[in-house]
Nanobody, 120 residues
């Protein structure tokens, strides 16, 4: 049974920081490209950051580059998103995603999301 469980969201003032965690089980974590998405009210879900299987490569949305850092611990089957200098426009539900490829298929697994609210 595949599970992705996010935690670490909450209410923070502008300029503050949060660290999101996504603990996974039920699949080979080290084989998965891990991503964080977010979805604000009335907007489409957008890719925030992704990290390769060996953590050798990361990519970020332009709006978060320099403020957010994605990392992973393959021994703990966990991916993190360190968010610094948060702004009101970062308010959204943040989702963890695991993407796995085999020779014939692509699979995507999702967590339930964690709310991040940035407000004075």
């Amino acid at each position: 049974q595949v599970q992705l469980v996010e935690s670490g969201g909450g209410l923070v003032q502008p300029g503050g920081s949060l660290r999101l965690s996504c603990v996974t089980s039920g699949f080979t974590f080290s084989n998965a490209i891990m991503k964080w998405y977010r979805q604000a009210p009335g907007k489409d879900r957008e890719l925030v950051a992704q990290i390769s299987t060996t953590a050798g490569a990361t990519n970020y949305a332009g709006s978060v580059k320099g403020r957010f850092t994605i990392s992973r611990d393959n021994a703990r089957n966990t991916v993190y998103l360190q968010m610094n200098n948060l702004q009101p426009e970062d308010t959204a539900v943040y989702y963890c995603n695991a993407q796995l490829f085999t020779l014939l298929t692509e699979r995507n697994y999702w967590g339930q999301g964690t709310q991040v609210t940035v407000s004075p």
